[in-house]
C-alpha cells in the first residue's frame, strides 16, 4: 500500500509539472501596463494632446517598439452621461492583438475614482497582422490611428 501512495504521488507531481510547462510555454511575452496621463512619453504629448479633444479609442504605434491605446471619454456635452472605462484586458492569439475594455455611463461627472481616460502601453513580443478592438464585447474600429 506505500508504495502505490509513492507511485500516485510520483504521477501527481509529473502532472503538476506538465501542467505549468503548458502553461509557460503559452507565455507569449507580451507586456502591457497602464500609464498614467502625467507620465505620457514626451514623443507622444502633441499626438495625445490633438487626441483628447474628441471622445474616442485611439492607437498609436512606435515602429514596432511598443503600442499605445488611448481611450477619451472625457468631453461631456452639457446634459448627457459621460463615459468611463474599466476592466481592460489584452491578449494575443497567433498573430493577433486583442484588447477588451469595458465602458459605462454615469451623470456623476465628479466621481474621481471613475477613469474616464486610460492609456495603455503594450511591449510586444511579435509583430501583429492584426489588431482587434472590443467595448463591452462588441468589435469596433479604432477612431485614429497613429505612427509615432
Known amino acids: 500500500m506505500k508504495r502505490i501512495k509513492q507511485k ?3 504521477i501527481i507531481n509529473k502532472l503538476l509539472l506538465s501542467f505549468i510547462l503548458i502553461l509557460t510555454g503559452c507565455n507569449t511575452g507580451l507586456v502591457f501596463s ?3 496621463m502625467e507620465n505620457i512619453p514626451s514623443d507622444m504629448q502633441g499626438s495625445i494632446e490633438s487626441a483628447k479633444m474628441e471622445n474616442g479609442c485611439y492607437l498609436f ?3 514596432g517598439k511598443a503600442i499605445y491605446v ?3 471619454g472625457g468631453n461631456v456635452i452639457l446634459g448627457e452621461e459621460a463615459a ?5 484586458k489584452i491578449e494575443q492569439y ?3 492583438l486583442n484588447i477588451y475594455f469595458t465602458e459605462n455611463k454615469t451623470s ?5 475614482k471613475l477613469k474616464h481616460q486610460l492609456l495603455y502601453k503594450i511591449t510586444p513580443h511579435d509583430s501583429y497582422e492584426k489588431i482587434q478592438l472590443f467595448r463591452n464585447g462588441e468589435p469596433i474600429p479604432f477612431d ?3 505612427g509615432i
Open 34 to 36: 497602464e500609464v498614467s
Open 70 to 72: 488611448f481611450l477619451n
Open 144 to 146: 485614429i490611428v497613429f
Open 108 to 112: 456623476k461627472y465628479s466621481n474621481e
Open 94 to 96: 497567433e498573430d493577433t
Open 84 to 88: 468611463f472605462f474599466k476592466e481592460v
Open 8 to 10: 500516485g504521488g510520483a
Open 61 to 63: 504605434t512606435d515602429e
